[in-house]
């Protein structure tokens, strides 16, 4: 079975541009959330989709959204980049339908310079 | 306000010795905990899990060990080996939440 995969794996940008990230989950799999993992700090939620509708979201601004698509790929963008921005973008899938979330299965990550 | 916390950053010790990984959280719906590894340019990939109805699980050399009263759980590698020099990170969860809390992590080093 496939893992989670994200794309692009690297990217530089430069403030004031944006970004969009893709992950493609395990097959099977309708759960699809979102981490930033910065340097010093752990892995912080940004939001969370199932079956194309967030269930939750992070502290993050409104600068950074998502979505998922009826394939149960997912996007998150960044709009207006900011140097604080920099920081290794981490998909997870699950299988977990309802009720919480269990084992989280990890991409590589996307990580995102911002110059 | 840090719910999940991991206050040592690093850990080393001898292989073949034992390690000890430590995570308190102070959020009480928290009852499911799971501890994920990472290597550099990897994502985190999962270890072991335990719930809050057991106090301890156990899986090969990975023991989680969880004291709900002192909302502490700890996870033991024995014997220890070089490959499991990497990042630990503790994580938790609710009933009805639909994200993983996670700790800042522990980066465990295993001397040959």
């Known amino acids: 079975k496939a893992g989670v995969t994200q794309t692009p794996r690297y990217l530089i940008k430069t403030r004031g541009q944006q970004v969009t990230l893709s992950c493609s989950p395990i097959?099977?799999?309708?759960?699809v959330s979102w981490y930033q993992q910065t340097p010093g700090q752990g892995l912080q939620f940004l939001f969370e989709y199932f079956s194309e509708t967030q269930r939750n979201k992070g502290n993050f601004p409104g600068r950074f959204s998502g979505r998922q698509f009826s394939n149960s790929r997912s996007e998150m963008n960044v709009s207006t980049l900011e140097l604080g921005d920099s920081a290794l973008y981490l998909c997870a899938s699950s299988s977990s339908g309802g009720g919480r979330t269990g084992e989280l299965f990890f991409g590589e990550g996307s990580r995102l310079t911002v110059l | 306000d840090q719910q999940v916390k991991q206050n040592s950053p690093s850990l080393s010790v001898q292989e073949g010795r034992i390690s000890i990984l430590n995570c308190d959280y102070t959020n009480s719906m928290f009852d499911y905990f799971l501890w994920y590894k990472k290597y550099p340019a990897e994502g985190p990939t999962f270890l072991i899990s335990i719930s809050s109805i057991k106090d301890k699980n156990e899986d090969g050399r990975f023991t989680v060990f969880l004291n709900k009263s002192a909302k502490h759980l700890s996870l033991h590698i024995v014997p220890s080996q070089p490959g499991d020099s990497a990042v630990y990170f503790c994580?938790?969860?609710?009933?009805?939440?639909?994200?993983?809390?996670f700790g800042k992590g522990t980066k465990l080093s295993v001397i040959p």
């Open positions: 994580a938790a969860s609710g009933a009805g939440s639909y994200q993983l809390t």
């Open positions: 097959s099977g799999h309708r759960s």
